[in-house]
């Protein structure tokens, strides 16, 4: 990792300044990406201990816990009380000199703070102003608060998982929505820049939750909806079948998947019954195989108890079928292919000690990401930062005695 004293230096967005309004996790996870990719990622946090997510799960110290942690290095820090004037004022002439700015509270909050987009562009005709929040702007959902979990409910998510076998609705076991909006919202920002080469023009975007999770479960689950009449009704039956899912083995599960006529054709020769996909119709191609996808997968998942864990994923992996062990995640992170690609290392944070990182999944041949700088304490960079945006030490000093900016304690 790259000593915290220096500047990122590579990666495809080396020399890009982004100033982060963002707390908790989508936006984080967003900028996150950004910082690793070589951009100057400027995390701009209220006082009062900075990005709430910073007490959430175990931490060593006060404001550093583990989730915080893992979205938020390759970062700086600044703590600025953007209802104060003067934090608004430091804010303003940091965005003058910034590529892209991006929020996620609402933006009538925004409006109220007298930093709409129309207000940044007053200073900086070319910045990218990019709001990542619940709904867009134009629907009746405009004002409404928006989480993770409303809007996996909003999506139909926990209803589909009712329609998979489950019980009752759930929410997916991991905040779904957060890490994908949060890769939206990278693809917005690069895109944008892309845009403003060509172009010389920055803009605003939005990049709103409810719209980019309708549209990450509607292009699977339409299905029969889609045409007009309907040809059917909603719903992709092979992933809302109850039999997909980890198949129960003699002394485990083992996930498995044969998908084209190939795969099927030799998995069902090394359970030694070829004649399923030679002679049963339900069997024979793809399309009659998805028709009755639920007996299919209720065969499978009788055929794979007849064997233990470590006997199927010999005899599948030898013949190329599709198999993976069903990790858990500390097993996962035993994974021997995350340990031969060096996917979680273990790293020395200068205030936390030892910790494991999280690696960086894409390669790159010519300006490969790295993690730049460790997961900042709160307002740790306030100094340097405004001192680069042109402040003396004694207007920094004035900022810090008026209540418009907070410095950590040691400095």
């Not at 926990?158 to 909006?181: E, F, M």
């Not at 172009?199 to 990049?207: A, D, F, I, N, P």
């Not at 993690?371 to 004035?398: F, K, M, S």
Request: hydrophobic share 40%; glycine share 10%; proline share 8%.
């Amino acid at each position: 990792m790259q000593d915290d004293k220096e500047q990122g230096a590579s990666g495809p967005l080396a020399g890009v300044r982004v100033i982060d309004l963002t707390t908790v996790l989508m936006g984080p996870f967003a900028t996150q990406i950004l910082g690793d990719y070589g951009a100057d990622v400027i995390k701009v946090e209220p006082p009062g201990g900075g990005d709430g997510v910073r007490g959430v799960g175990p931490r060593r110290n006060p404001g550093m816990a583990a989730i915080f942690l893992h979205a938020n290095r390759s970062k700086r820090s600044v703590v600025l009380d953007l209802k104060h004037p003067a934090g608004r004022e430091a804010l303003l002439r940091l965005a003058a000199d910034a590529d892209v700015l991006i929020y996620n509270v609402r933006p009538q909050a925004m409006a109220r703070l007298s930093l709409s987009y129309e207000d940044l562009a007053a200073v900086n005709p070319r910045i990218i102003y990019v709001g990542t929040y619940g709904y867009g702007q134009r629907g009746p959902y405009a004002a409404k608060p928006a989480y993770d979990d409303l809007i996996q409910g909003a999506v139909g998510i926990p209803a589909l998982s009712v329609l998979a076998g489950a019980d009752r609705p759930r929410y997916a076991p991991s905040p779904l929505a957060d890490r994908i909006c949060g890769l939206a919202a990278v693809n917005a920002v690069t895109a944008a820049l892309y845009w403003r080469e060509r172009t010389g023009e920055g803009q605003s975007v939005e990049v709103p939750m409810f719209e980019t999770m309708a549209q990450f479960t509607l292009s699977d689950h339409m299905c029969g909806e889609t045409f007009d009449p309907p040809l059917g009704p909603t719903g992709y039956a092979r992933v809302l079948n109850e039999y997909r899912r980890p198949y129960a083995t003699r002394d485990g599960y083992l996930c498995v998947l044969p998908y084209s006529d190939k795969q099927w054709e030799i998995f069902f020769r090394v359970v030694g019954r070829p004649e399923l996909l030679e002679t049963d119709p339900r069997f024979s191609s793809l399309e009659k195989r998805t028709e009755h996808i639920r007996e299919l997968y209720s065969l499978l998942a009788e055929i794979m108890l007849t064997r233990t864990t470590a006997q199927w994923r010999e005899c599948l992996e030898a013949a190329d079928v599709p198999v993976m062990p069903m990790h858990s995640i500390d097993s996962l992170m035993d994974d021997p292919h995350l340990k031969a690609v060096g996917f979680l290392q273990t790293v020395d944070h200068p205030t936390e000690g030892r910790m494991r990182s999280i690696g960086i999944p894409s390669s790159w041949s010519k300006s490969q990401p790295r993690l730049t700088r460790h997961a900042p304490r709160a307002g740790e960079h306030g100094r340097e930062v405004l001192a680069e945006a042109g402040y003396g030490a004694q207007e920094i000093d004035a900022l810090v005695t008026a209540g418009a900016m907070s410095l950590p304690r040691q400095d």
